[in-house]
């Protein structure tokens, strides 16, 4: 089938890639000019594992193109993807839509067949059918129907998500209608495979991605909130979250207590449902996301408390070294990086902050240029009075206690994610606090 996914940037580049793999021609379209001339030399502009490969692999084959022309992708396509960015709307909570209804005003009066256009951007409940109606005043004569098929990437494993999901939702309020099959065309070798299709109306469909991504936080915020109270009581939280984790209506993942989340989705997404929710009446119903966002910010502030603890009660004129950016590993993601929110607060307070990522140290240095910046953890930790691990890397897991020891003013370490050895860097003469 012939695929056009609008939009190129983290999610769409990734779907196009992993279409053009599952055999179908894909065509990508992107407006940014910078971004598509990296494209079309097979660079990515962000780092996601596997992605660049594939990408290199797909433009070779000629099984995926890109293109900055709408009617080009008109003219071509029939089947759609919306897979541009939803923001959060400066000052507010609400998701900030205009990049998807450009979509829908620049590309529906181009198109001169009967088409699907399947929205894959984290949307409000709601937003489908306001397309839907959009759309069909501006067709010309022709069936163009939208429909809803949310992602549900994690950054660092988006190749291996899209190419093997442990789902594939479609909301589709046409009934009868083209995105049905469609769908099942676009997503044959999947379905062959066993992966569950759940069918469904538009609004359940929007409804499933930010329910889920509610969930998560819920979960994070949820063990963040247990640790607070662990520390007051001398507990070991990581022990609550492993006992807990057994039972199989839990689960084990998504209690790792730390620092909390951050990036582009789960943030966004979480305050976007509250806004949304607010609209339709029913600000009450989720009420207790405002008390997870809150919690999750709190973590942050107690990090720089336990800095400040570990520096003799000051932070003024002390150097911090601060590994990690990304909001993650294996990503270089900066969207609301805990890492760099830490990092901005300590530097308000009067310390040298040196941070050091293994990818995400242009982005760092775009969003938080007063920071300094380190190639190397031996450079961000030289003669440091505290070493604070806040993304849980390989290569920071890995180093070697008793080595780095010898390059620090003093051997204090703040381990934000749990992710360190504790015994390890004790009995290599650190003070480890976490």
Known sequence: MKIVVVGLGYLGATHAACMAELGHDVLGLETDVTRLEALRAGRVPFYEPELEVLLQSTLESGKLRVTQSYQEAADWGDAFFIAVGTPQRKGEYAADLRYVESVIEELVPLIQRDCVIF???TVPVGTCARLADRAAELAKDVVV?????????REGHAVQDTLRPDRLVLGTDAEGGLAVVYAQTIYKSLLESGIPFLVMDCASAELVKVAANAFLATKISFINAIAEVSEAAGADVNRIAEAIGYDERIGNKFLKAGIGFGG??????????MARAGELGAAEALGFLREVDNINMRRRNRVVDIAKKSCRGSLLNKKIAVLGAAFKPNSDDVRDSPALNIAGQMQLQGSTVVVYDPKAMENSKRLFPTLEYASSVADACDNADLVMVLTEWGEFTEIDPIRLREVVREATVVDGRFCLDRDRWVSAGWTYHA
Do not use: Q, T, Y
């Open 119 to 121: 929205g894959k951007s």
């Open 145 to 153: 129907e939208v429909a809803w098929n949310p992602e549900f990437l």
């Open 264 to 273: 582009g989705c789960l943030p966004k997404d979480i305050r976007a449902f």
